[in-house]
């Protein structure tokens, strides 16, 4: 199975006047692409990555926006100065984990190109400012309508 998804993440309510991008690549041969700045507003970054089995049976998930060991794959959002800002104080990263996407949800997804995955993820963190490290509180990936 090689099986091509779309996935959304939407950030919710994150402070304003920061940027915040999608990382693609790693290391240091990255680049920050789909880079927003917040306003008042929810911000969403969708972009493909690819499904295939694993000898175990398990999903593993790649493409150039999938960070992480095998069974610990991830999507980094990249934010202030990560993300290209120079007027900020900011200097973060969020991981969003891909663990949680079943193989009937990509089934699911296989046969209905009206569908995508979706993760909706807090923006602000405890001190105020922009989320960052692995997601806290996660409620997962959920299928819901493409926009």
């Avoid at 049976?57 to 980094?76: D, T």
């Avoid at 699911?108 to 995508?116: A, M, Q, V």
Wanted: glycine share 10%.
């Amino acid at each position: 199975m090689n099986q091509e998804l779309t996935l959304r993440i939407v950030l919710e309510n994150p402070p304003a006047g920061v940027d915040f991008g999608l990382q693609k690549g790693s290391g240091n041969k990255y680049e920050t692409i789909q880079i927003q700045r917040s306003r008042d507003k929810n911000l969403t970054f969708e972009f493909p990555v690819t499904a295939r089995l694993n000898k175990d049976g398990l999903p593993n998930f790649l493409g150039v926006f999938v960070q992480g060991p095998v069974h610990q794959r991830f999507i980094y959002i990249d934010i202030g100065t990560y993300a290209g800002q120079k007027d900020t104080l900011w200097s973060r990263r969020l991981k969003i984990p891909l663990t949680g996407i079943s193989l009937p949800a990509i089934k699911e997804l296989s046969t209905d190109s009206n569908k995508i995955l979706e993760a909706k993820v807090p923006g602000t963190g405890k001190d105020n400012g922009p989320n960052c490290a692995t997601v806290k509180p996660f409620t997962g990936w959920h299928i819901s309508d493409r926009m």
